[in-house]
């Protein structure tokens, strides 16, 4: 029974802390403006890489092509694309000429393919500014020109626009809300926005990027062995000294659906759950056995204690719970999920740590995490 008083006055702690540090982030939220126009008109490089996605691609591409931004163009890279993408994005090129398709270049040892694709492309962009954006992310036609308006008024060298994730079925809606509460945990986008503070967040669906600073500090070829290189990019510009910032959009201009089903997610954060524990076992094991005991232990002691009127277990397990059932409330209306989704933030902890096992496992045992029909060690 000590143990777990110990276990549930450390929750109480953890959880008082994030109030803590949510009020913080609130006092000041980053928001995309949505009634701003840039002083000047640079041309920007549209860079879409692209594997496997003749699902959605039209979808985006037409989006794009959409944007009230006068001076763009757009490079659709194909990595090595096992369905009709290429022909998709050949489609579009043939009737707009802003519109320019690659076929990527055999991927060399050590690269990430994504890495790999949009190095290939950066090399052959024409902008002053280069936009990175995935092949499942749709834009409202103001993005673009709010976001540079944005940049150029902060000065900055680097602007994320976090996505609206779209969370149509079950495992969406359980598992997605969730871990982006797990990730505003350990980057914090306030902390990310202060200059002064070493961590970094980038979403990489909306990532607008001085094209000289980018050249200048190496871009893809200094992290070309990160799966999660959104990140990586991120901390390189910040540890290099420029300016990044991180904002939402609250009219939800920037949009995706990043998985269509459980082995989708699955993949989709095995990824890089291993790489964010820097390759190290034990932290990796640790990060796991204390997600558990702050998030899903204080849900089972509550009901122990109220089952078998041990009021003081109930008592000090009830902030934890209530705060996680506030926070989780609030991320479902945000996220446009329907509000009995609760319960879902203990439910995705768990699977999450086994996600965690899997992406350390397939790094020692599987010849690395599997993403896209690709096996990277």
């Known amino acids: 029974m000590l143990f777990l008083y110990i276990v549930l006055v450390f929750s109480n702690l953890f959880w008082l802390a994030l109030l803590i540090q949510g009020i913080e982030q609130a006092k000041q939220p980053p928001f995309l ?89 950066a090399l052959l962009a024409q902008g002053t500014w280069l936009l990175f954006t995935d092949a499942d992310v749709s834009n409202h036609p103001k993005t673009l020109r709010c976001a540079l308006a944005l940049a150029q008024r902060e000065k900055l060298d680097m602007l994320s626009v976090i996505p609206h994730m779209e969370c149509p079925n079950f495992w969406d809606r359980i598992m997605l809300p969730s871990f982006a509460a797990i990730l505003n945990i350990v980057r914090p986008v306030h902390k990310s926005n202060d200059p002064s503070s070493p961590v970094a967040l980038a979403p990489g669906g909306f990532l607008l990027i001085k094209a000289m600073i980018f050249k200048y500090v190496g871009g893809y070829e200094q992290i070309h062995l990160a799966l999660a290189e959104d990140l990586k990019l991120a901390e390189l510009f910040k540890r290099s000294g420029y300016r990044i910032r991180t904002v939402f959009c609250r009219s939800k201009w920037v949009r995706t659906r990043m998985y269509e089903s459980f082995r989708g997610i699955w993949e989709g954060l095995s990824r890089h759950a291993f790489e964010g524990a820097g390759f190290n076992p034990v932290r990796i094991v640790a990060a796991a056995i204390a997600g558990n005991l702050c998030i899903v232990v204080p849900w089972i002691t509550l009901a122990i204690g109220l089952t078998l009127h041990h009021w003081t277990l109930a008592l000090l397990s009830v902030f934890p719970v209530l705060f996680m059932m506030i926070m989780q409330t609030f991320l479902n209306y945000k996220w446009e999920v329907p509000l009995y989704y609760f319960f879902s933030f203990p439910l995705a902890t768990i699977i999450y740590s086994f996600i965690m096992m899997n992406s350390m496992w397939s790094h020692y045992f599987r010849g690395g995490v599997l993403w896209k029909g690709r096996r990277y060690g």
């Open 33 to 121: 403006p949505e009634d701003q126009d840039p002083v000047s008109i640079p041309k920007v490089s549209i860079l879409v890489p692209a594997r496997n996605e003749s699902r959605i691609l039209s979808h985006t591409l037409e989006s794009i092509l959409n944007l009230d931004y006068p001076d763009f163009e757009v490079l659709v890279i194909d990595d090595h694309s096992e369905d009709n993408t290429f022909g998709i994005a050949s489609g579009f090129a043939a009737r707009d000429p802003r519109v320019r398709v690659i076929k990527s270049a055999e991927l060399p040892p050590g690269w990430r393919g994504k890495a790999w694709a949009l190095h290939h492309a």
